[in-house]
């Protein structure tokens, strides 16, 4: 089948190239002319682990092409899928003017039955308003659809191969038929095919987000606690994950939740149920507790420095806003930087995928500097950890001591070994752990 995908985000384009993989005839589409091009050339514009080499096999292929131009791009699919952002505006509310401007201009220049698939993250109701907004400019036939996207950054190719599920929401029988078509070999080999009404699909999505970030903010919260009290947060994060109930999964600690998704996705549904005279109570405490835990990691800088780091070297490990992303989106190391830039610290930071983003971001401030993860430990007053890449679990503490100027360790995602630290002589500030001072 011909496919299109407007958008070649971290969502469309893993997801046009698992398509092309399964042997469709995919053409990804986007605005933006130089990610176009950069894409043509058989380079990924985004970091996700196999992407580049699935990437140049479906091109090589001639399964998976690129288009600058709507009307080109389209022309002969029977599905467009719509995966531009959906951004929060000021309400919290999501903003669908991306979705809305690829509705009309699809509907304008569609010549043939074609189902418009929406992919980005929408609030309830949107499939109804995007149906009416396509029916104002064409006569030609159209259905459209939500089908929600699960994967998670970091993991997106791998996610979008193998999906947990894939939600279809549609009363239409006609475009039913042909996102069975699409999905047929994921069908067959066992994916989870969920076939319901647009706003079920919608609201999967959203509760699905709302319900992850509320469980990453309790046991953020736990950490705390567990601190207080002299506890270990990994000794107790094991023992509960024991209970089936609760699961190993998504159990990990961390300095808050970021990215591109948990952050809007909580205050959008917090604004649906606005919408309707509903207080999602749990949903807006999850997101208060994140706002509270994102200050922690710097606060606890600020605390042991006595709340002046003016003339600190800070390294930091960490920009993204996770592991084996490139995203530096609303992530808490990105915020954790900034609260210690305010408070007067030089920054010289690593991160194995998300440098170039912050460089580019960052490329007028003089007081944050990048470097190898060793080299930026040079004459530093503490190192902070504020993601979860491998790479930080194992530490050469000897070097790590030689370099900096003492060894003062933040570890937000306890990625250090407790037991290294504890014999390295160090001062270890974990996230819900018994701090380690060896001068007490
Ligand atoms: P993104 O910002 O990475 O990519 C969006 C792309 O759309 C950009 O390249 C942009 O240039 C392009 N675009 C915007 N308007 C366009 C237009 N009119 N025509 C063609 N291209 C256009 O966004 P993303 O992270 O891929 O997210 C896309 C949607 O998927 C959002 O709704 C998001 O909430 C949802 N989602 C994201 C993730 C994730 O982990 N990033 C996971 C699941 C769902």
């Known amino acids: 089948m011909k496919i299109a995908i407007v958008g070649t985000g971290y969502v469309g384009l893993p997801t046009g190239v698992a398509f092309a993989e399964h042997g469709h005839e995919v053409v990804c589409i986007d605005t933006d002319t130089d990610r176009i091009a950069t894409l043509r050339q058989g380079i990924s514009p985004i970091k996700e682990p196999g992407l580049s080499q699935a990437l140049l096999s479906t091109i090589e292929a001639g399964d998976l092409s690129f288009s600058d131009n709507l009307k080109d791009g389209i022309e002969g699919a029977e599905a467009v899928f719509c995966a531009v952002g959906t951004p929060e505006s000021e309400t919290g509310a999501a903003n669908l003017e991306f979705v809305f401007k690829v509705a009309e201009d ?3 220049l569609i010549s043939q039955y074609t189902v418009f698939v929406n992919k980005s993250t929408v609030p309830a109701g949107t499939a109804a308003a995007v149906r009416d907004r396509i029916a104002a400019v064409t ?9 929600p ?10 996610d979008v191969r193998t999906p947990s599920r894939i939600v279809v929401g549609t009363s239409s029988p006609r475009a039913l038929e042909v996102m069975r078509e699409i999905y047929d070999t994921y069908i067959r ?11 079920s699909a919608e609201l999967t999505k959203h509760l699905s987000n709302g319900l992850l970030a509320t469980k990453v903010s309790f046991n953020n919260e736990a950490a705390t606690l567990a601190e207080a009290y002299g506890a270990d947060i990994e000794d107790i994060r094991i023992a509960m994950g024991d209970d089936p ?5 998504f159990m990990y600690v961390g300095p808050g939740w970021g990215g591109s998704c948990f952050p809007k996705d909580s205050r959008a549904l917090i604004w649906l149920g606005q919408q309707v005279g509903i207080d999602l109570k749990v949903m807006q405490a999850a997101d ?7 200050r922690e990691l710097s606060g606890n800088v600020l605390d042991y420095f006595d709340g002046d780091l003016k003339g600190k070297k800070i390294a930091l490990w960490g920009l993204a806003f996770k592991k084996n992303t490139d995203d530096i989106r609303e992530s808490p190391a990105i915020f954790t930087m900034e609260r210690l830039l305010d408070a007067g610290a030089k920054i010289s930071a690593y991160d194995p995928l998300a440098m170039e983003n912050a460089k580019t971001k960052y490329s007028d401030n003089k ?7 060793y080299d930026v430990l040079e004459d530093a007053d503490a190192l902070v950890i504020a993601t979860d890449s491998e790479v930080y679990r194992i530490v050469n503490m000897e070097k790590l001591k030689q370099k900096m100027k003492a060894p003062v360790i933040f570890d937000g995602r306890n990625m250090i070994d407790y037991k290294i630290a504890t014999k390295g ?16």
């Open 149 to 158: 996207e699960f994967m998670a950054e970091g993991t997106a190719l791998a």
């Open 245 to 249: 109930r609760i699961g190993r999964d």
């Open 288 to 294: 208060e507790a994140n706002d509270v835990k994102m």
């Open 189 to 199: 080999n066992g994916r989870n095919f969920r076939v319901m009404s647009e706003e």
């Open 106 to 108: 699809v509907g304008k």
């Open 139 to 147: 006569d030609v036939e159209f259905d459209v659809v939500s089908n």
């Open 425 to 440: 002589g160090v001062y270890y500030h974990g996230n819900g752990r018994p701090i380690l001072n060896p001068h007490e």
């Open 367 to 373: 007081k944050i500097s990048f470097g190898p993860r």
